[in-house]
C-alpha cells in the first residue's frame, strides 16, 4: 500500500501550489497503475477513438482492456460539464472509469459496479483514507482483468446495438453540424443532401427539428383513432375474359 501512500503524496504535493490543473497529476496515476498492474501497459493521452479520446488506456499484448477519464481536482464528477462526455463514453466503452485522481468509479457495460475515494480534502490539502487503499488494489487489478464477456442473449445484444447506434447518430450529428457551421461540402454533406433532394425531402438537421408536445390522449396505450381502424385490403381486379 506504500505506492498508493507515495502516490497521493505526490499529488497532494501539485495540489498545494495552487497552479496544477488536471494534466499536471496524469504522469502520477500512470506511474501507479503501472506499478500496482505488472504487464499492463497504461498509455496517457492515446489516439482518438471513435467515441473521442479518453485519458488512458490500459492494454496488455496491444489488446485495449480499460479506458480513463480523469478530471480536475476539487470539481465533483457528478457536475453536469462532464455528463455528455461520461455519458457518450458509458454507451461506447465496456469497461472504464471516471476519476478526480482521489475517487475512482468504475463502470462494466454502461453500469457503475464500484466506487471509491482515496483521500479527502480538508484544510486545504489532502487527507489520506489508508483503511481504502487494499480495496482500492483489488478493484484496479479486477479492471485490468476484464476480457469483455459473450452474447448469450437477444437483449444483450440489442442492449449494446442500442449503444453503437447511439455512438453512431452522435459521430454523424456532430460532423454535419460542423459540416453546416463552416459551410463545408463534405461527403457526409453531400450524402445528406442526396438523401434530402431524392428520398426524403422533409429531412431537417438535428438542431433544426421542430419540438412538439403530444397531446395527452395519445398515449402508448391510446392510439390516435386513425391507427384503430380495420384494415380493409384493396380491392382485386378480375381479369378480362
Known sequence: MKDVQNYLSKINQRYLTGISREHSYRGDLQSLLEIMLPGV???NEPAHIACGAPDYILTKAHI???YIEAKDIGKSLDSKDYKEQFDRYKNSLNNLIFTDYL???FFRDGLQVASIRLADIKNGQLQPKPDEFAHFV???KDFAAYSGQTIKSPSKLASMMAG???LLANIIENALTKDEK???HSTLKDQMDAFKSILLHTILMPNNLPTFTPKP???ACSPPACMM????PFPVRKPPN
Open 41 to 43: 501497459l497504461v498509455t
Open 64 to 66: 485495449p482492456l480499460g
Open 103 to 105: 475517487e475512482f468509479r
Open 138 to 140: 483489488d478493484l484496479m
Open 164 to 166: 453503437k447506434a447511439r
Open 182 to 184: 463552416e459551410d463545408n
Open 217 to 219: 390522449s395519445l398515449t
Open 229 to 232: 381502424k380495420p384494415w380493409t
